[in-house]
């Protein structure tokens, strides 16, 4: 990975955001995670991610409260990893990254797998809008600095 | 950075969206982009990184249209980089990492930078909803895998 400095301290959430989710194989487990995996076996197998490197993740993941573990379900002596509320809250972030895959990164007609509701099929689609629930574009949005992080 | 399969032929949108966009800084080059920067100087200062790798994530995102170059709008011989209709569509992805940061990684009365739209000063925000409107959560979701990828 590239060395870079820390945006943990930066007053942007989103560069905040990249801080603690780390990395590419880290937002692929939580999708995986949001898509019932739970096992470092299943993890691995749809992954092809080498051992050493998953270990890492999930306990970053871990550690940072994305993922929690748990008892395996089959009793076993295995854990298990699940999604935490704040681990949940990623859902938004995984949309968001489908929905622009689907629009620009397959050619028409190329198959992809789809999110949909459960109870009704209705695909999932997200929406940028106001507090007030109009939808609003990039180019409608300012962002506004902390005061005190403007003149560096 | 870790080495890893490609995920560019992967039938899920998130994937191949996490391949295209690349890592962290080429996210962090297309929020500054959407900020109103476009000259290397400027991403530069406002990333803290090495020219030889802020050259390198620009050409990527650039090869990926992401972003364009275009002539310095000052008529200088620099050249400036713009985001294109594709990277655009990226606006999703950065106010859902955006949303999530502020929701998890500020401690309460902690001053964080704040997406507003320009002509009201309203917060943008983000939903994840059904084709017909109604929001949705996770829990309500399902991915259907495209059949021929099942069997792997």
């Known amino acids: 990975m590239v060395k870079r400095k820390s945006l943990k301290g930066d007053y942007c959430p989103s560069a905040r955001s990249l801080d603690a989710i780390g990395d590419w194989w880290s937002l692929l487990i939580v999708r995986d995670a949001f898509d019932g995996m739970s096992r470092f076996g299943e993890f691995q197998k749809s992954l092809g991610i080498a051992r050493n490197i998953l270990s890492d993740r999930l306990r970053t993941l871990t550690a940072r409260g ?4 748990v008892p395996a ?4 002596a295995r854990q298990e990893y699940r999604l935490t509320a704040k681990g949940r809250d ?4 995984m949309v968001a990254l489908r929905q622009w895959g689907e629009q620009h ?8 797998s789809r999110l949909v ?7 999932v689609r997200l929406l940028v809008r106001t507090e007030d629930g109009r ?5 409608e949005s300012v962002i506004l600095k902390v005061p005190e992080a403007e003149e560096s």
């Open 135 to 139: 939808p609003i574009g990039a180019e």
């Open 66 to 69: 994305i993922l929690e573990t």
């Open 73 to 76: 379900a089959d009793g076993g």
């Open 90 to 93: 990623l859902f938004p972030v």
């Open 117 to 123: 509701e459960r109870s009704s099929g209705q695909t």
């Open 105 to 112: 990164l397959f050619a028409p007609g190329e198959k992809h």
